[in-house]
């Protein structure tokens, strides 16, 4: 939010801002603009680089965001590149990213690398302080969003960036991702909800009712309800009177939206939040029964990066994971549970 802040307070008489504050602000704010300038420009040449190799690698979130959401790249901070492909054309973005000096985010045996392929939604690659990371899904398999990714390809609208033209997300579909996104981290930090707020401001005709429409069909509709709420409660944003109606009515709506409001700004900066208030407050978002079920026996059974670091077997016994997971969480959570 510091970019936003150093916006808003430079229109404003002098002296009303102490000097040492307004300079301070003014140096975060020009770092952060550089930073985002680079990334940008990096961004562009993975782009070619990914179409040189015959993929089609759709950028979103980060650089796209702040065009799209804020007109104004250096707006919104960001600090990794987020890339949307193709199942299939996995194997050819690693080795595009491979042959750029990208290495995974950590280690990991070839067994692994497999599974991460065959259970996750997204992968994360660093090349010194640079991130990226691949996405075949736009969340995890527990806390889905599922949308068909042929209809994501054929809805792409075109982006400025610089003098070069991207393609990214529609409007509609970036709502989803937002709201999805933010959800997953229980709306933990205020610049997320910002996002939602300024894509309704500067997208007037943008079909909410065809949204939360297409939300119920894939069972995420109070996922989005919930963003809209905190968007219009928050940040004023921009409403319709029938979509303000459907927002209210939803009583569990209302109660995340409440938890929200009194968390926000309570969590103390990079201290990591309470997986149990996360996994109730995912449960708590899902609209149907049998999404919680998916969600519960996914988190209990699937093995992580956490369960390779606690205990280290050779690929050929990586079935046992699925034995030990299961230990691990009790052995871990048991004792709270209990209490």
């Not at 990226?132 to 806390?143: G, Q, S």
């Not at 809209?228 to 995340?256: H, K, M, Q, Y």
């Amino acid at each position: 939010m510091l970019p936003l802040l150093d916006h808003h307070l430079r229109p404003m008489a002098d002296g009303a801002v102490p000097a040492a504050v307004r300079d301070a602000l003014r140096r975060r704010a020009g770092a952060d603009a550089q930073r985002n300038l680079r990334l940008a420009g990096e961004l562009l040449r993975l782009v070619d680089r990914f179409a040189a190799a015959g993929l089609a690698a759709v950028p979103y979130k980060g650089p796209t965001v702040a065009l799209r959401c804020y007109g104004d790249l250096a707006l919104r901070p960001f600090r990794d590149l987020d890339f949307l492909v193709r199942p299939h054309d996995l194997a050819t973005a690693y080795q595009v990213l491979a042959a750029d000096g990208y290495r995974p985010w950590t280690p990991r045996t070839p067994r692994q690398e497999a599974a991460i392929r065959a259970t996750c939604t997204e992968d994360a690659f660093s090349r010194d302080d640079d991130i990226v990371e691949l996405h075949w899904a736009f969340a995890p398999r527990e806390f889905p969003l599922p949308l068909d990714l042929d209809e994501v390809w054929a809805r792409l609208e075109p982006l400025p960036l610089g003098r070069a033209q991207i393609r990214t997300l529609c409007a509609e579909h970036l709502l989803l991702v937002l709201c999805a996104h933010g959800a997953k981290h229980c709306w933990e930090r205020l610049g997320w909800i910002c996002d939602v707020a300024e894509l309704l401001r500067r997208t007037p005709g943008l079909d909410l009712c065809g949204v939360l429409d297409q939300a119920r069909a894939l069972g995420v509709e109070r996922i989005v309800l919930l963003g809209l709420r905190l968007a219009a409660e928050l940040l004023d944003a921009p409403l319709p009177d029938r979509v303000a109606r459907r927002v209210r009515d939803d009583r569990t709506v209302s109660a995340l939206a409440a938890h929200v409001r009194a968390t926000l700004f309570r969590r103390v900066p990079a201290a990591s939040p309470d997986p149990w208030n996360s996994r109730l407050f995912h449960l708590r978002a899902r609209d149907r029964w049998r999404d919680r079920l998916r969600y519960c026996a996914r988190v209990a059974l699937t093995p992580t990066a956490g369960d390779w670091a606690w205990l280290r077997l050779p690929d050929a016994l990586y079935a046992l994971y699925y034995v030990t997971r299961p230990i691990r969480l009790m052995a871990k959570y048991g004792g709270r549970l209990m209490r």
